[in-house]
């Protein structure tokens, strides 16, 4: 501690004493239980903000998230289907001749492949 005194030039001992006795901490456990116990039904109490309004949203986020990547799964897998469908359709079609492959491009629809074939088979 300093030597601070209320008064200087005069004894304040039973001043200091009595300031020390109200402003000490209490001696007993009891009181710093009670006071733990007080502080820990306080904070337990206490809404924490957007962050609890954040967890009512955990389950329709979540299912959200599973609808979404189901349908990018088949969205993805009906691309991947038709690139292959017309890669074939292409290994597939006749191949036009020198003056055909000048006067139109190659024909990538199905579509289209059927009409090429009804049209060069009259």
Do not use: K
């Not at 990018?72 to 597939?92: D, G, I, K, P, W």
């Amino acid at each position: 501690m300093s030597n601070l005194r209320l008064v200087h030039g005069h004894e304040d001992d039973g001043i200091t004493r009595g300031l020390r006795e109200m402003y000490a901490a209490p001696s007993g456990e009891a009181y710093w239980s009670e006071l733990e116990a007080r502080i820990m039904h306080r904070i337990s109490g206490v809404e924490l903000g957007w962050w609890t309004e954040l967890d009512h949203w955990t389950r329709p986020a979540l299912l959200a998230a599973a609808a979404l990547l189901l349908a990018c799964s088949a969205a993805l897998f009906r691309a991947h289907e038709a690139e292959q469908t017309t890669a074939y359709a292409a290994l597939l079609a006749p191949a036009p001749g020198p003056a055909e492959a000048v006067a139109r491009p190659m024909l990538q629809d199905t579509r289209d492949g059927t009409v090429r074939y009804v049209l060069s088979h009259d």
